[in-house]
């Protein structure tokens, strides 16, 4: 047990140093309460003590995604936010996140599901909270139908889909805010005058006021390491794209069958003058 304490710790270290807007904002158990009670306006007992943060580091690498996971009276609340870009692949995430949660229960409540005794567990309410345009997007979505053509498979998983609304809950407004930043981004680029704007414009409209009236140094700082980070992927996946597209160019010039010029044009990734240089090192190993 002292492992698995020491493990959290370090978990939620790590998360501290790297987190994202949506953890840090519901990690407060004041907001996350108030997103509680937008889910169960009729549950009138809840209060912050009665919730335990569950939030558990990705399942499956070592980057944080925007997953929250809960623990209400006898409910596994599991909250998964999609960025703008649609993808049935949420319910993966879902479906692990969900695993990954109920494994780590058994372990801080000491069941053993190996032994005959049944083990006692949580209700799970799955969310998918999408941060994009809502248009012909269902309201549900499950794996069945999803992945396996409605067939009645031995494993299904089930979200609710929570979109843009006219409603004036915290959900909604975490959801604007993402949609301001991300009109930011559009005239701003990735850049600081982007997340100031962002604030900005979410303070005077109502948005999240408290929460970035009260921290609005960590805003910026996380939504910045948000940005550093997306451009090292960037950057990666361009040295990536440049080193297959070296290796495509360099087969061809071994063929001979086709000029520079040809190539060049093939592969609009190299200059004429890298490939003379590559042309160059080629002829001096043969």
């Known amino acids: 047990m002292q492992d698995y304490t020491k493990q959290t710790q370090e978990i939620i270290a790590k998360r501290t140093a790297k987190n994202s807007i949506f953890l840090d904002l519901f990690q407060n158990k004041s907001y996350l309460l108030k997103l509680y009670k937008t889910l169960h306006p009729e549950d ?15 399942v499956l690498t070592d980057n944080l995604y925007n997953d929250l996971g809960f623990v209400v009276g006898n409910k596994l609340m599991i909250l998964i936010e999609a960025q703008s870009t649609w993808t049935m692949n949420i319910l993966v995430r879902v479906l692990l996140y969900l695993a990954q949660s109920y494994h780590e229960y058994f372990l801080r409540t000491s069941q053993n599901y190996y032994k005959s005794k049944k083990v006692k ?6 969310y998918v909270i999408y941060t994009g345009n809502k248009g012909r997007k269902p309201d549900k979505i499950s794996l069945s139908k999803e992945f396996f053509g409605g067939e009645d498979i031995d494993i299904e998983v089930k979200a609710k889909v929570i979109y843009e609304n006219d409603k004036d809950d915290i959900i909604n407004q975490y959801i604007i805010f993402c949609k301001v930043f991300n009109e930011q981004t559009k005239q701003h680029g990735m850049t600081q005058k982007a997340v100031t704007e962002t604030i900005r414009i979410c303070k005077d409209q109502n948005i999240l006021k408290e ?15 948000l940005f550093d980070e997306e451009q090292i992927i960037k ?12 290796e495509t160019a360099e087969r061809l010039i071994k063929k001979g069958k086709m000029t520079l010029e040809d190539i060049a044009e093939c592969i609009p990734a190299l200059s004429i003058d890298e490939l003379r240089e590559l042309e160059s090192e080629i002829m001096q190993l043969a």
């Open 121 to 126: 567990m949580l209700k799970p309410e799955l």
């Open 235 to 246: 950057s990666f996946i361009k040295s990536e794209r440049h080193d297959e597209a070296r």
């Open 211 to 225: 929460y970035l009236l009260n921290r609005e140094k960590e805003v910026v700082t996380i939504m910045m390491n």
């Open 44 to 58: 009138t007992t809840a209060t912050e003590d009665s919730l335990s943060n569950i939030t558990i580091e990705n």
